[in-house]
C-alpha cells in the first residue's frame, strides 16, 4: 500500500477513529488516536487506557497483576509521547522502573520541566516518576516524551506510562 505525504497527514489528522501510521523502513501500524479530552478537577487516577490520555508514536500494551489498573503501556522510539490534559493543581505521572527503563523528558503546559531516568537495578511497579504541585488551579497539559536514549547503567530506551493522578 502506497501512502503519500498529503494522505498520511490527513490519516493523522483523523481524531478518534482508527489511523494507518508509517513508521520506520515503510511499517505499516494502526493505532488508535483518541480525542483528546479534559479529565475534571479533584483527586482522580486516570489509567493509561482512559481515552483522555492521547498518544502518539508506538505503544505497546503490557498486562501484569501489579500495575495500576492491571495494565500499562510502553515506547521505545523517540516519536512516542503520551499527553493528558486535566483540570487541577497538580499531577503525578506513575510509571515503572527497571533495568531497561530509558529517559523521557517531561513538558508541563509545552515547558520542558524534566528529564526522568526510568532506569533501576530491580523493577518497580507504579513507581511515581514526576510530581507537580503548586499549579494555579485551571486547564493543564503534561507530555511525557520518549528519548530514545538511556542512562550507562541501563541497556535499552522504554518509558513506561501506567496511570496519572490528577490533584
Same mark, same amino acid.
Given at each position: ?10 490519516? %493523522?489528522? +483523523?481524531?478518534?477513529? #482508527?489511523? +494507518?501510521?508509517? +513508521? !520506520? ?20 487516577? $486516570?489509567?493509561?487506557?482512559? #481515552?483522555?490520555? %492521547? &498518544?502518539?508514536? %508506538?505503544? &505497546? ?15 521505545? !522510539? ?7 490534559? =486535566?483540570?487541577? @493543581? ?13 529517559? *523521557?523528558?517531561? &513538558? !508541563?503546559?509545552? *515547558?520542558?520541566?524534566?528529564? $526522568?531516568?526510568? =532506569? ?9 516518576? &514526576?510530581?507537580? @504541585? ?11 516524551? $520518549?528519548?530514545? @536514549?538511556?542512562? #550507562? ?5 522504554? $518509558?513506561?506510562?501506567? *496511570?496519572?493522578?490528577?490533584?
Amino acid at each position: 500500500m502506497k501512502m503519500s505525504r498529503r494522505t498520511a497527514r490527513q490519516a %493523522v489528522a +483523523l481524531r478518534g477513529a #482508527p489511523v +494507518l501510521l508509517a +513508521l !520506520l523502513s515503510c511499517s505499516w501500524v494502526w493505532a488508535q488516536v483518541p480525542v483528546a479530552g479534559v479529565v475534571p478537577s479533584g483527586s482522580t487516577r $486516570v489509567e493509561e487506557s482512559d #481515552p483522555t490520555v %492521547v &498518544y502518539t508514536g %508506538v505503544w &505497546y500494551t503490557g498486562r501484569r497483576p501489579d500495575l495500576s489498573g492491571g495494565s500499562a503501556v510502553e515506547a521505545a !522510539l523517540p516519536v512516542s509521547t503520551a499527553s493528558l490534559t =486535566f483540570t487541577g @493543581t497538580g499531577v503525578r505521572w506513575i510509571g515503572f522502573k527497571a533495568v531497561w527503563g530509558g529517559i *523521557a523528558q517531561v &513538558y !508541563l503546559d509545552g *515547558a520542558l520541566k524534566a528529564t $526522568v531516568d526510568t =532506569f533501576a537495578p530491580t523493577e518497580q511497579a507504579q513507581a511515581v516518576m &514526576y510530581t507537580a @504541585t503548586g499549579l494555579t488551579a485551571g486547564l493543564h497539559t503534561i507530555t511525557i516524551k $520518549v528519548t530514545g @536514549t538511556w542512562s #550507562p547503567a541501563g541497556c535499552c530506551s522504554w $518509558v513506561v506510562v501506567d *496511570a496519572f493522578d490528577v490533584m
